[in-house]
């Protein structure tokens, strides 16, 4: 059996995202704002992946996070995939995550050996807050966006 995979770190809501959440809510419904309980930071997407398979990726993540420390992470900035012009995904950005990409970078390797291949794209330190299903009025959700860019 197989689910859609992912790891992921958990990102805690708070005043400033729950704001910019609340604010996209209220723009169209074409917009699919995520649950504030369901924020995270996606390390490595993995895709359909076999149950099997679980006991080795828990294996690499625990390899890849040994020697990890505890860190703190600032969201920061506001942007859209592929870009504002054309979006598919929203997201306001992070700072602080250099150790989160240390542990993408170690993953990429071991999940190889499993067969998951690399990512194509180099990894940028993200949290998606909403993803766009239908036709938007660009200008008022990128309005937004610009409104929350800086807090």
Do not use: C, Q, Y
């Amino acid at each position: 059996m197989t689910f859609r995979g992912f790891i992921a770190v958990d990102v805690p809501g708070g005043r400033v995202l729950d704001a910019l959440a609340n604010d996209l809510r209220t723009t169209s419904p074409s917009l699919k704002v995520v649950g504030t309980d369901l924020l995270h930071l996606t390390v490595k997407f993995l895709g359909d992946t076999e149950e099997g398979l679980v006991p080795e990726i828990v294996t690499a993540i625990r390899e890849a996070t040994v020697s990890l420390r505890p860190f703190r992470i600032r969201v920061r900035g506001t942007g859209a995939f592929p870009s504002l012009g054309r979006m598919n995904v929203i997201w306001v950005g992070v700072d602080g995550a250099e150790p989160i990409a240390r542990i993408a970078d170690s993953l990429e390797a071991s999940l190889e050996r499993l067969g998951f291949p690399r990512e194509r794209r180099a990894w940028k330190a993200h949290v998606t807050l909403a993803r766009v299903k239908g036709r938007l009025d660009l200008d008022r959700v990128r309005g937004i966006l610009e409104a929350h860019a800086t807090e």
